[in-house]
């Protein structure tokens, strides 16, 4: 753990809550972006991820709160004693998918900081500690696991199979932590430090459009549907593409792009989820016939019942597809988070404090799930008008982002100050 004394400074705010959120908005907009596409690619432990970590310390130094970094690289700004326990802390992530938007992540971080630059505003004097976190590698983008900042901190992921991690370059984790000037041999639970927590509130822009249909711009998180990713490996025997007669070949690209149309009619009939949008091809010669397809697939359902059954569907046609194309599947799941229930009394306590807020649920994973089972955690959602998400296209209007730090104030200060 880096704890790293700073000294009080200027707030970050010129005269109002909104005028920090767009300061700091504008300061860390173009952190990551990609010139071609116009998305993000803040991969955990890269040159990217350290400018958004850099960002996340100065705006600490900048309001004079306590910063460090626990075992586990996640960033932490204090606003009182964290060793005095039962702290009211909000954050979220600053890393992304490959290519993905602006919101997903930034906004609850941005948000967070901007919240207690109105509680300052507004006079309001903390009665517990504060702090504001940012969980690193919480996309998965880089490893493929999703919430390791979290997982480990919460002791769902072991050290041990974290440093097995390794990205598309052979890179394994702990090299990519070293690189970056972190320590990887310190990695593993947190209990000590989630002890002290006695609620977190995560902020973060809708993946949906629950809240645009209903008119409302900041909802309340009910729970989070249970999803997992399977990787599924199709081997088949590469051959020519321009010799090989059709009926010789053991094409495992067959197979898989049969279980992807079987994967959307399961998901479609059962009410569900499912998408392949990753896919691996050996030896990936536009004149070979593949020995190798893998596909992953994300799957995501109202219910653990109705997951089970549609993966399992999913599989069972992959595997008779596998045997009309002389083809083998094997099916590996790589990651798992079972249904989140948000605490009834910390959500009904957000409830309270923001009057007409609607509750809903998402199908979306976040570092709050992750922590429920350790500490009360809740969820707020700001308006996004399209729905898009995980694209450079996903958006919130400048007023739904305010109320969105408004409302988190509210919250804060309900849960801190009373």
């Known amino acids: 753990m880096v704890v790293v004394a700073v000294p009080p400074g ?51 130094r900048a309001r004079g709160l306590g910063y460090e970094v626990d075992r586990n690289g996640n960033q932490w700004a204090w606003l009182g004693d964290p060793a005095a326990g039962d702290a009211v802390v909000t954050g979220s992530h600053l890393d992304s998918v490959p290519d993905g938007g602006a919101f997903d992540g930034p906004l609850g971080v941005v948000s967070s900081f901007a919240a207690l630059d109105e509680l300052r505003a507004r006079g ?31 002791g769902q992921l072991t050290p041990e199979a974290a440093h097995r991690l390794k990205d598309a370059d052979g890179v394994t984790l702990p090299q990519a932590m070293e690189r970056a000037g972190y320590d990887p041999g310190a990695i593993g639970p947190d209990p000590e430090r989630l002890a002290r927590i006695g609620a977190f509130v995560e902020l973060h822009v809708e993946q949906g459009r629950a809240l645009d249909l209903s008119g409302h711009r900041v909802g309340i998180a009910s729970a989070i549907w249970p999803h997992g990713r399977w990787r599924f490996d199709f081997r088949g025997e590469a051959n020519h593409a321009g010799t090989t007669r ?7 690209m067959l ?66 597809r596998g045997e009309r194309d002389g083809v083998a599947v094997d099916v590996v799941r790589e990651s798992f988070t079972p249904v989140v229930e948000f605490g009834h009394a910390l959500r009904d306590r957000l409830a309270a404090l923001l009057g007409d807020a609607p509750v809903l649920p998402t199908g979306a994973g976040h570092d709050a799930g992750i922590l429920s089972g350790s500490v009360p955690t809740a969820m707020l959602f700001v308006r996004n008008p399209t729905g898009v998400s995980h694209s450079p296209a996903e958006t919130a209007a400048e007023d739904d982002c305010l109320a969105g730090v408004t409302a988190l104030a509210d919250v804060l200060e309900g849960l801190a100050c009373s």
């Open 255 to 320: 197979t898989y792009a049969e279980t992807v149309l079987a994967a959307r009619k399961k998901a479609r009939l059962a009410g569900a989820l499912a998408t392949f949008g990753k896919v691996a091809v050996e030896p990936n010669g536009v004149n070979a016939i593949p020995s190798l397809v893998r596909g992953w697939l994300d799957s995501r359902a109202a219910d653990q019942e109705t997951l089970d059954a549609v993966v399992a569907e999913i599989e069972r046609s992959a595997r008779r």
């Open 124 to 154: 309001a004097r903390p009665a517990r500690p504060l702090a504001v976190v940012n969980f690193g590698d919480e996309e998965g983008a880089r490893f493929g696991l999703a919430c390791v900042g979290s997982r480990l901190a919460a």
């Open 10 to 60: 200027a707030p970050g705010t010129a005269g109002s809550a909104g005028a920090s959120f767009h300061a700091m908005w504008r300061e860390l907009l173009p952190v990551g972006r990609h010139a071609g596409t116009g998305g993000y690619r803040r991969y955990a432990w890269t040159a990217a991820d350290a400018e958004c970590r850099d960002w996340f310390r100065d705006q600490a």
């Open 246 to 252: 059709l009926e010789d070949r053991r094409d495992p």
